[in-house]
């Protein structure tokens, strides 16, 4: 069986405690690899590694062409492996086979994007100030800020940890990627693209583990810088704590439940089609899921009718297996955790209007029916907590202002959706929604060039985008005095 490695100062290792753990195929529960287990001691290697390669400028003082020209060779490795790395995906995380080859794709061409950014940050390195008095001259630096953790899940658990380490490795900075113990084998794969392209030593480490045990005290590390952070709320509440203690930047990606908003107006197979991608595609293992439908009241029943059928249709199995749209859950703890939502959700008095259960003739494997709850209490913990799995709750509105109030009523604020043929109806709800990603007319389709990140418990930052790469540099102004001026406040003017 495969033992993975740890990857740290430009050398695949063991543990140093030669601890390893099982790796499950989620859709016949058996292992197939062994995870290195790394502790506290092989952290505080990898940040010390990339500490000095920050530190010596070996990396950070490179032009962004010289940069971007070994980023793009990690994007043409990723593209090289994209077969292997989905099929890898698939069997450690569970998902269909399609959608995890978007994944490698998509990180490919974030490697590439943020190489052109790196490029063009070359010729536009200080930004000059006028500062209203001619014998200053002052300029604003941008420079990368300096070692970052990022420490990442399990649902997207290649692209979400090269939506950190791309941007990172453009702006100049170092890292240590501790991903998601669930599924950590991609990045073993990433790290090895990384070191064929000759990245230099310390500049990326990967360090697998536990979170207790390798992603606390990376978090805890004093020399990292910043620590980014996509996960659960109450880890990421930890995450903050240590960056307090430390006083370091910290971005964080938490979870959602978010709202999808469809008026009357709008093609009954249209929205069908979108509420199922918004809740069902990866298993509903999304944190921008749209797992809260809101239906104006004259569609609701025909709505229902219809979503229920698509959903009986969808086919579930094994992420491998050709046509399948619904692989099974990623382990038995979230398996475990998705059932106590559903039975809870019975309890409060919602309408199970189908799923919930085991579907039949899969004995085996982390297998669930996708799930829709109608007639949701608005109180209940079905509707207000994110489940991250495929269950969606949907319940009827009568107007647009009740439907806006209804999905800003909620602790997280990271997507929202509206849909319906009156364009500017959904421009202003567009608006009104407090979320900091909203799809018009669909929910989910990601972009590289945009903002990604959410409001209130959705967490801190914005990945993706301009905003992505920024978010991986520090602001310096440098202010110039004319040294053939007297400045003349101690020793006067003739001085
Ligand atoms: O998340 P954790 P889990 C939500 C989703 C899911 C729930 C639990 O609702 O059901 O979280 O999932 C590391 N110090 N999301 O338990 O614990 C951990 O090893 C430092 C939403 O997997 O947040 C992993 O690498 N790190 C979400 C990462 O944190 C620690 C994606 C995330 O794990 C740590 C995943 C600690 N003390 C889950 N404890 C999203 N926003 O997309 C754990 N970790």
Redesign the pocket.
């Known amino acids: 069986m495969h033992k993975t490695r740890l990857y740290i100062a430009g050398a695949f290792v063991a543990p140093q405690a030669q601890g390893y753990f099982p790796a499950i195929d989620p859709a016949t529960e058996a292992p197939f690899a062994e995870v290195a287990a790394g502790q506290a001691a092989d952290i505080d290697r990898a940040v010390r590694a990339a500490r000095e390669a920050f530190d010596t400028g070996i990396w950070s003082e490179l032009s962004g062409t010289s940069r971007a020209a070994m980023l793009r060779l990690v994007a043409q490795g990723l593209r090289a492996r994209l077969a292997e790395i989905a099929a890898l995906e698939v069997r450690d995380n569970g998902k269909p086979l399609p959608e995890a080859e978007w994944d490698v794709g998509d990180a490919a061409f974030a490697f590439d994007y943020y190489a052109d950014l790196a490029e063009a940050r070359d010729s536009d390195p200080e930004e000059p100030v006028d500062v209203g008095d001619a014998r200053f001259a002052a300029t604003i630096r941008r420079e990368p800020l300096g070692v970052v953790a990022a420490?990442?899940?399990?649902?997207?658990p290649l692209l979400?940890a090269v939506w950190k380490v791309a941007p990172a490795l453009a702006a100049g900075c170092t890292i240590v990627l501790?991903?998601?113990?669930?599924c950590s084998l991609s990045c073993e794969v990433l790290a090895q693209i990384i070191h064929a392209a000759g990245i230099p030593p310390g500049v990326f480490n990967l360090v697998t583990?536990?979170?207790?045990e390798?992603?606390?005290?990376?978090?805890?590390h004093p020399l990292i810088d910043k620590?980014a952070?996509?996960?659960?709320?109450?880890?990421?509440r930890?995450?903050m704590m240590?960056a307090a203690a430390g006083i370091r930047t910290v971005a964080l990606?938490?979870?959602?439940k978010s709202p999808f908003v469809i008026f009357a107006d709008c093609d009954l197979d249209k929205a069908v089609e979108w509420i199922l991608f918004g809740i069902f595609w990866n298993k509903g293992?999304?944190?921008?899921a749209t797992s809260r439908v809101l239906v104006e009241r004259s569609l609701y029943p025909a709505l229902l009718a219809r979503l229920q059928q698509a959903t009986e249709a969808i086919p579930i199995g094994a992420g491998s297996m050709p046509g399948v749209k619904l692989g099974p859950i990623?382990?038995q703890?979230?398996y475990d955790?998705?059932c106590a939502a559903i039975a809870a959700g019975k309890a409060s008095g919602a309408r199970l209007v189908t799923g919930g259960d085991r579907p039949e003739g899969l004995t085996r494997g982390y297998f669930l029916r996708p799930t829709i709850f109608a007639d949701v209490p608005t109180d209940s913990a079905l509707w207000r907590?994110?489940?991250?799995?495929p269950v969606v709750c949907v319940n009827p509105f009568d107007t647009e202002a009740e439907a806006v109030a209804e999905a800003n009523d909620s602790a997280y604020g990271?997507a929202g959706a509206v849909m319906s043929d009156d364009l500017q109806r959904c421009e202003r709800v567009a608006r009104k929604l407090r979320a900091g990603i909203i799809w018009v007319n669909c929910s989910q389709p990601t972009f590289t060039q945009l903002p990604w990140g959410g409001v209130k418990a959705?967490?801190i930052g914005r990945e993706l985008g301009r905003a992505g790469f920024e978010a991986y540099f520090e602001t310096k102004q440098i202010t110039r005095f004319d040294s053939r001026q007297t400045w003349g406040w101690y020793l006067g003017r003739d001085a």
């Not at 501790?178 to 669930?182: A, D, T, Y």
């Not at 390798?214 to 805890?220: K, R, S, T």
């Not at 952070?229 to 990421?236: D, P, Q």
């Open positions: 420490i990442t899940p399990w649902n997207f979400m501790k991903p998601s113990e669930l583990g536990t979170g207790p390798a992603g606390q005290p990376l978090a805890d620590v952070f996509t996960g659960s709320v109450a880890t990421g930890k995450v240590a990606e938490l979870g959602g293992e999304v944190c921008s990623v382990s703890g979230q955790k998705i907590e994110e489940i991250f799995g990271l959705s967490g």
